[in-house]
């Protein structure tokens, strides 16, 4: 099957722990996205990464830290520094240079208490 | 002035009726749009896109888009219960690296 997977589905960390957050595709898609969104609220973007070794930042990077050694995996770090991390972590991809649409994964809930 | 607005709602209609669902946009230069369905607890699904102006039709799904206006809408025609979520508008502006801005989303109910 392909798509784009994220896990955990759920997780729970302590303040002040860094975490991170995967996400994989085998869809040979080439831009790859983190979004979060907190309840009531639209997707605000986290980085995006169009090609392997290559990131942006997004509106809201302060706190968070991603690399992208493969095509197909763009895992995210939610670091101590980020104030409010508790939210629903979304990661998306691209096709290609002519495409404008994205596809979600299945996102991962983060709790921080 | 938010880059993209949608009337968070709620939205409710009666099963079978057209539920209408709007989104305005800032930038005038903006090329694709985009409606996602986003069920509670779930991740976004993208439903419809549009890049010309007019109508754009898919099942009981109709995109319209006015970018004189800067206007986008779904209509939902014969809505069911099932198509009770939150629809997400996204819009590709000018600039690089081809990413989406989205609208905070409208909550749609459908009633039995």
New interface residues.
């Given amino acids: 099957d392909g798509g784009i997977t994220q896990s955990p589905k759920y997780l729970f960390r302590k303040e002040g722990q860094n975490v991170t957050l995967s996400c994989e595709q085998n869809l040979n898609h080439d831009a790859m996205y983190w979004y979060r969104q907190d309840p009531g609220q639209g997707l605000r973007l986290i980085y995006y990464s169009q090609i392997v070794n290559d990131f942006q930042k997004g509106d809201i990077a302060e706190g968070y830290s991603v690399s992208r050694e493969k095509k197909e995996s763009f895992p995210l770090t939610v670091t101590s520094a980020q104030k409010n991390p508790t939210a629903f972590y979304l990661c998306a991809s691209r096709p290609g240079q002519e495409s404008y649409e994205q596809y979600f994964g299945p996102g991962t809930r983060l709790t921080v208490t | 002035q938010k880059e993209?607005e949608q009337n968070?709602g709620p939205l409710s209609v009666p099963e079978g009726a057209i539920a209408s669902l709007n989104c305005t946009y800032s930038d005038r230069g903006s090329?694709?749009f985009?409606w996602?369905r986003q069920y509670s607890g779930?991740?976004?699904?993208?439903i419809m896109?549009i890049y010309s102006n007019g109508d754009k039709e898919d099942g009981r799904f109709t995109a319209q888009l006015n970018k004189a206006s800067q206007y986008v809408s779904l209509l939902i025609r014969d809505s069911q219960p099932s198509d009770s979520a939150t629809y997400?508008c996204?819009v590709?502006g000018r600039g690089s690296?081809?990413?989406?801005t989205?609208?905070?989303?409208t909550q749609l109910t459908v009633l039995p």
């Fill in positions: 993209v968070s090329q694709s985009f996602y779930k991740s976004p699904e993208l896109s997400l996204a590709k690296a081809r990413q989406l989205f609208g905070s989303g």
